[in-house]
Every structure is written in structure tokens, then in C-alpha cells.
């Protein structure tokens, strides 16, 4: 009954390391999006994608980018990863019929540490 | 600009007991509001929302939250709280768009 994936639950990566966070759903959503959580901030909205191959930066979009080459995944890649990006990464997605009514559908998260 | 505030980080509440957690919201418009809920190490799972018509709105695990236009509130409440209610809750506030604004959680703490 999993309907958005993220492919890693935890990851451990080296400062530098170019990094990908995948992840997919299986909803036929159009909107898909990637916060980070950090203690005391909440979720920070990093990109969202309202359609394939389209992309719109959020809040804090210095240091990643993003790949949405097929509707069903939407991929967060750190260039060069620092330790300040060492965060829990939570993907979500959201269909456009409803006009925003009914939410987000979260995957699981992905707990990042860069060391 | 939209923004959402939930003032308390921490509640403590004893197993049974009533809960109330609160929400502010800062919209031009009727907002469209949401409560989520995070247990440890997982992703966040949509509890209730509004948007439109009866201001009192049930959810699942038996929560429910009324939307206050006057107070711009939107507060989460249960009668009587479960040790599995331990968790980390977030309040959300949303327009006609898809993109939605978080409040920076409270995590509640739960006494057998």
C-alpha cells in the first residue's frame, strides 16, 4: 500500500560526494516536491516540480538541484555534499484536481548524514 | 505573506487526558488548513484539513480541530490521549496553489 517511495531510509555520504535522493510515487500525481527537517525549523521546502521536467526552486534551493524526467519520480541531487546538509530529506506529492484541498502524500524520509 | 505558528515545541500530557495543540495562521483568504502527524523516523501522515464549510472537522485516530476566522486558529484536540499519540505534529496552511506552508511542529510527550 506504499504509495511514495524513498529509496533510502538512511544514508551516510562523505563531504564532497555528489548525492541522489530518489524517490517515486505511484499516484499519477502531478505535483511532487522535496522538504528537509531540522529540529526547532519544521519542513523547509527545497524544490517542487509541478510537472515533468519542470522545476520551481523553494525556500532554501542553494546547494541542490533537482531531475523530474518521468511523472513518477522526482530526484534530489547535492552537488557536492556538506555537513550542513547532514538533515532528514522528506518527498511528497499532491495531485492538481483537487486544488490543493486534500494534502500532501509523504514518503517515509530519508535521514542524510555527511560526515 | 502566508505564515503558520504553532508556540509550543514541547507538551506533556499525562496517558488519558484531554489535549489541545494549537495553530495560528497569518492568510489573506480562507486558507486551506491541515494537521499531519509524525511518528519517530517516519514520514508525516495527513490526520485532518479544511477548507471549506462546517468550521468543526473530524479526523482519524480520533482528533478532531475547529477553524476559528476571528482567532486565526486552528487547534487540534482529543479527549482522551493514547501512549500511541506520542508523536511530533505539524499544522500546515495551504491556498488554491499546491505549495503549503509548515509550522515548525510540536512534539508531544505522552505519561503512562
Known amino acids: 500500500d506504499v504509495k511514495v517511495t524513498q529509496s533510502s531510509r538512511y544514508l551516510v555520504k562523505r563531504t564532497g560526494e555528489k548525492v541522489f535522493l530518489e524517490c517515486v510515487q505511484d499516484?499519477?500525481?502531478?505535483?511532487m516536491f522535496w522538504y528537509r527537517q531540522d529540529p526547532g525549523l519544521g519542513l523547509r521546502l527545497i524544490y517542487f516540480?509541478?510537472?515533468?521536467?519542470?522545476?520551481e526552486k523553494g525556500d532554501i534551493p542553494e546547494g541542490y538541484s533537482v531531475s523530474r524526467e518521468k511523472k513518477e519520480r522526482f530526484s534530489l541531487i547535492l552537488e557536492s555534499a556538506s555537513t550542513n546538509q547532514t538533515s532528514m530529506y522528506l518527498c511528497?506529492?499532491?495531485?492538481?484536481?483537487?486544488?490543493?484541498?486534500?494534502?500532501?502524500?509523504f514518503g517515509s524520509g530519508t535521514r542524510l548524514t555527511v560526515v | 505573506a502566508q505564515s503558520v505558528t504553532q508556540p509550543d515545541i514541547h507538551i506533556t500530557v499525562s496517558e488519558g487526558a484531554s489535549l489541545e495543540l494549537r495553530c495560528n495562521y497569518s492568510y489573506g483568504a480562507t486558507p486551506y488548513l491541515f494537521w499531519y502527524v509524525q511518528s519517530p523516523g517516519q514520514g508525516l501522515q495527513l490526520l485532518l484539513k479544511?477548507?471549506?464549510?462546517?468550521?468543526l472537522v473530524q479526523g482519524i485516530k480520533g482528533f478532531e480541530a475547529e477553524f476559528k476566522r476571528s482567532q486565526s486558529s486552528f487547534n487540534l484536540r482529543k479527549p482522551s490521549v493514547h501512549w500511541s499519540d506520542a508523536a511530533e505534529y505539524f499544522c500546515a496552511v495551504g491556498s488554491g496553489t499546491y505549495k503549503y506552508i509548515f509550522g515548525t511542529g510540536t512534539r508531544l510527550k505522552v505519561l503512562a
Open positions: 499516484m499519477d500525481h502531478e505535483n
Open positions: 479544511y477548507f471549506s464549510g462546517d468550521t
Open positions: 516540480s509541478y510537472d515533468v521536467k519542470m522545476k
Open positions: 511528497a506529492s499532491s495531485p492538481n484536481y483537487d486544488r490543493g484541498t486534500n494534502g500532501y502524500t
